[in-house]
């Protein structure tokens, strides 16, 4: 296998060997980016440089014979909404054009404490909102399976870095969906964890009662190995929760006993792909025949998740974005009525901001304006809990649940760019997770017929990231999807 195709998991094992070092993966990692990344579009920034330097550096404390940390000498590329100090944090947006962090995200201190090497910051829709990295200011990322279809998004650029063989692992946030999605666009794994579970200081908020950090991998070993390295508490996030984090890794080849995986029955039907409907019972076929059971479960509100995500999602987004003022933070307009502070705010917004951004703080300025804030925001809260509820008494019944991921496989760029509502309703299958705070997976599980990768989405209660994750691996065992990489 070539370095740009390994997982962080073997190269890992090839330096502690002796047979390659940490300059040399960098350096194979930054020549295919430099060779191919003009026709995928995945970076946004590459940090050539700093990256070999911190190689090198890596590379001594191992002849050292130093203690290493769990990722040393491994690239990990980073979704361009978490902040790196002195390294532009863009977000995608023509209002953060120019921010240059002075701190580190949560995550990066870890990363840099486990000695990993941050190799560049990704593409992703504009502040995190989209589903295709279209609404990205600056590029569209193409799919690296086939580059007139989307790799999907917000973190499209994490997705397809990893699949294209750029960066063996990055860190996406999901929202609604954002790793999940292009996870399975892309043919990698992609884990959103459970609401608390990875700290989000230093990313730069979309929706805060939704929003998670994870990570993109090619393999389910890596994901648990990353993971590990970025959960736990922190104070300076509030969210962040106070509960043990598990050594992913340790146990992740012991199958689960007396599994019982549910499927939702009909949820399925209206707009389902063939192959996607296909691929999702071949997985559950795959389960049964490792002895798992298969229990069906009603979630009878999960239809309205996608309702109820783009009431909640656009009104706290309306409130994070607010703090773009043009004085604060970001681009400020050139030309505004002179000494007109109002002017001056409504002149840079509507320069720096993209439709889509736009549209989402109309949404959620409406649905949290007075008269309207019951019928829709607080409506859309209640619902949430409903939500939650399904899962709850639904994981009285079964240990995981298994459905598709999207309801496509990669749509092509430009398809879906004009029907904002089209781009929502896709999200059906994995809002639900960030609604109702639950950790959930994408992992390889098919291809449809016209070659394009196709996921399966595990979901498991709060903090069960374990079960998922060796759940996950069970199915990996059986199947070679997570070993094919595009052409
Ligand atoms: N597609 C969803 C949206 O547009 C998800 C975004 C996300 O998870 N960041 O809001």
Known sequence: MSITSATASELLA??????ISSEEITLACLEEINRRDAGINAFLS???EAALEKAREVDQKRKSGKPLGKLAGIPVALKDNMCAEGV??????KMLENYIPPYDAHVVEQLKAADAI????????????GSSTENSAFKTTTNPWNTSHAAGGSSGGSAAAVAAGFSPLALGSDTGGSIRQPASFCSVVGLKPTYGRVSRYGLIAFASSLDQIGPFARDVRDAALILETIAGKDHRDT??????VPEFTSNLEQPLQNLKVGYIEHLHEEGLHEDVKAATLQALDVYKSLGAELVPVTLPHAKYCVATYYIIAPSEASSNLARYDGVHYGYRSQSFKDKDMIDMYAASRGEAFGDEVKRRIMLGTYALSSGYYDAYYLKALKVRRLIRNDFEQAFQNVDIIASPVTPTPAFKIGELV????????ADIFTTSANLSGI?????PAGMSKNNLPIGLQLLAPPLEEERLLRAARMFERETDWHLKRPQ
Not at 118 to 129: P, R, S, V, Y
Not at 418 to 425: Q, R, S, T, V
């Open 14 to 19: 090839k330096m502690s060997s002796g047979e």
């Open 46 to 48: 590459v940090q050539q």
């Open 88 to 93: 532009a944090t863009t977000c995608a947006s």
């Open 118 to 129: 941050l190799i560049g910051k990704t593409n992703q829709d504009e502040f995190a909102m």
């Open 239 to 244: 969210t962040s929760l106070d509960a043990d």
């Open 418 to 425: 004009d029907d904002p509502l089209a781009m929502y309703l």
């Open 439 to 443: 950790p959930g997976i994408s992992i």
